[in-house]
């Protein structure tokens, strides 16, 4: 009799949680819609016409990396296919202005965009989601502040497509339940939250950027850590198994993606559907079903669709292959996975066995150009200038912080050598770029530059791959020791597979095949 009397106060309990949530969101919707003709209006744009509106979940739109030039030839691709489309970017750069963020586009991946139908959709809450925000269960953490970041979002305006630009899946679920499952989603995937690599090197207990030393030192936190990333790496692939399609960067991303979205987790699963919890989901299933989209994606297991980034080769192809001055080059954002210290070991290894490069002709400069977003960021940079004093190669080495496009393109005009030693690099814009503009490739043998970017081009090297300082170091001298005849062979087949592979042409021909279809 007491069970009884418990399971009906859960179902009541349920109904009226549903009943008060579906009022909710019906409110939303409202307000969305008085958002819709505020924008619309504010725009210039014809009521008549019914604009589309597509939403772009993207909290560092103004960042300046690899990520954002994706961002924004999407969207100038979408202006310029689909005019009757109106971009929503969804963002927390609350310190900008439209204007301001429309020029710096321009002046940094000289992309033009149509302010006319672009709108920007200010976030407050984006520090849910910085790393400083979660010193502890750090993925976990912002994950969660992802969602309520999404929730701040479409509680603003809600879209006729939602598009994750930036990673942040778990945001799929906050926009399934507000929008009732009404509108279709979908996912640009530069690097998986969590892959079956991370579970392996916990598993393993192996020191790595995701495992600190004390962790994988101690058996009891390995097992705890373990069981925190079979939490995290389950639900992560639910959702992901929201959107509509998914595009992914590289073969790499394309692989982990698709093993997560089959990963299985039997006790998981239990532990998921055995909770206090599950009367509201059996209602959220039932309700899911009968809203879906089409009988296709009801049915099709969702698979990730490579989708190169795009690479705006015309101009760096244009630069002399000969007469390069000994520059190593580096062009990353300054973020804790670029791993910028393993470069300054490198390169002082490189002069440790080479005292030669210190001085006269021959001497070595190394050139570390990357965006900074935030404080963690410029305080990583002094970290690695510290770093660097340590190591004592300061007078050899400069560091240039949110350098414009044009101050980018002038050093790839000079470099020798392009540097890049992130670990399971998801693809890697900058090799590509140091590729086209002739600069030979220096990279870590993992992720997008192994198998995808700097390959044999009929047989012949188009660049190098090292693991550790020595390799690297090994790889540098290499180059550095080449003749001119032998340099620019290798410049030009480098050139010749960067621009032929990774145009931008080849990207917006995936985008608009991706997602054709969703929005009318």
């Given amino acids: 009799m007491a069970f009884a009397i418990a399971l009906l106060c859960l179902l009541l309990t349920g109904l009226l949680g549903i009943i008060i949530f579906t009022a909710y969101t019906n409110k939303l919707a409202r307000h969305s819609a008085q958002a819709r003709h505020a924008i619309i209006k504010n725009l210039g744009i014809s009521t008549t016409s019914n604009p589309q509106f597509i939403g772009f979940f993207h909290p560092y739109c103004n960042a300046g990396g690899g990520g954002e030039r994706v961002l924004w030839t999407a969207i100038a691709a979408t202006q310029r296919a689909h005019p009757n489309c109106v971009s929503l970017v969804y963002t927390g750069d609350v310190d900008a202005?439209?204007?301001?963020?429309?020029?710096?586009?321009?002046?940094?991946?000289?992309?033009?965009?149509?302010?006319?139908?672009?709108?920007?959709?200010?976030?407050?809450r984006r520090r849910l989601v910085e790393d400083a925000a979660w010193p502890r269960f750090t993925l976990l953490g912002q994950s969660l502040g992802s969602m309520f970041l999404a929730w701040e979002a479409l509680s603003q305006i809600i879209p006729d497509l939602y598009i994750d630009s930036m990673g942040y899946a778990f945001t799929f679920h906050v926009v399934a339940w507000i929008t009732k499952g009404s509108i279709p989603m979908g996912a640009y995937i530069h690097y998986p939250t969590i892959s079956t690599d991370m579970l392996a090197r916990v598993k393993a207990r192996k020191v790595g950027h995701t495992n600190r030393g004390d962790v994988a030192g101690s058996l009891v936190l390995s097992r705890g850590k373990m069981w925190y990333y079979r939490f995290l790496m389950y639900h992560y692939s639910l959702a992901l198994s929201r959107p509509s399609f998914i595009m992914a960067n590289s073969s790499w991303t394309k692989n982990h993606v698709d093993a997560i979205l089959s990963h299985s987790d039997p006790v998981m699963n239990v532990m998921h559907f055995l909770n206090p919890l599950f009367i509201l989901r059996l209602f959220a299933t039932t309700f899911k079903k009968s809203k879906k989209l089409n009988a296709d994606s009801a049915s099709k297991k969702p698979e990730a669709n490579i989708v190169y980034p795009p690479c705006d080769t015309r101009e760096m192809a244009q630069f002399p292959l000969d007469k390069r001055e000994r520059i190593i080059l580096s062009i990353a954002q300054f973020r804790p996975e670029k791993d910028h210290p393993a470069?300054?070991?490198?390169?002082?290894?490189?002069?440790?066995?080479?005292?030669?490069?210190?001085s006269g002709s021959s001497s070595v400069q190394l050139f570390l150009l990357g965006g900074a977003r935030n404080a963690d960021d410029h305080a990583r940079v002094q970290s690695l200038r510290d770093l660097a004093e340590k190591l004592k190669i300061t007078p050899y080495v400069q560091f240039i912080v949110n350098a414009s496009y044009p101050e980018m393109l002038g050093w790839l005009a000079m470099a020798s050598i392009g540097l890049s030693t992130m670990v399971d690099e998801h693809f890697g814009i900058n090799v590509v770029e140091f590729m086209a503009a002739g600069v030979i490739p220096v990279t870590h043998a993992s992720g997008g530059p192994l198998h995808d970017i700097v390959v044999p081009l009929d047989g012949e090297a188009t660049g190098f791959h090292a693991h550790d300082p020595q390799s690297f170091a090994n790889a540098m001298h290499t180059v550095l020791s080449m003749s001119k005849s032998e340099q620019r062979a290798m410049r030009t087949?480098?050139?010749?597979?960067?621009?032929?592979?990774f145009a931008e042409e080849r990207f917006v021909e995936g985008w608009e095949a991706a997602w054709k279809g969703w929005v009318i």
């Fill in 493 to 501: 087949r480098a050139r010749t597979w960067a621009v032929s592979a």
């Fill in 97 to 124: 202005t439209k204007e301001q963020i429309i020029t710096q586009v321009e002046a940094r991946f000289n992309i033009t965009l149509d302010p006319k139908s672009l709108h920007f959709v200010f976030l407050k």
């Fill in 343 to 358: 470069q300054l070991r490198a390169f002082a290894q490189l002069l440790a066995d080479h005292p030669t490069y210190t």
